[in-house]
């Protein structure tokens, strides 16, 4: 299993809108978006307003296999919004 963490603009989007916009890799295995995979801090907002310039939050990409990872990676980084894709962890046990 190979985890890709991705860094998502959200200004300008409210609630999860940027991450629901998003062109998903089809190979995935599973995926998850929120602060707790990492963001630029809390809200300062009511959550029914747009985000603010500058503002991102986390998603964590479970793929079957590392090489996946790789194309899975090139595949977010092509999208305006992922300011960040990179492979984190990788297990080769499998």
């Known amino acids: 299993m190979a985890t890709v963490k991705l860094k ?3 200004s300008g989007t409210v609630g999860d809108e940027a991450w629901r916009n998003l062109r998903q890799f089809d ?3 599973s995926a998850a978006f ?5 963001s630029s801090g809390p809200c300062k907002h009511a959550a029914s307003l ?4 500058g503002e991102w939050i986390g998603a964590e990409i479970k ?5 996946l990872a790789q194309y899975a990676v090139s595949h977010y980084l092509e999208q305006e919004r992922v300011l960040d894709a990179d492979v984190v962890d990788q297990d080769y046990s499998e």
Do not use: S
Not at 34 to 38: D, R
């Open 50 to 53: 747009p985000h603010v310039k």
């Open 34 to 38: 929120g602060p707790k995979f990492g």
């Open 63 to 67: 793929l079957e296999t590392p090489l």
């Open 27 to 29: 190979e995935i295995q």
């Open 8 to 10: 998502i603009d959200v």
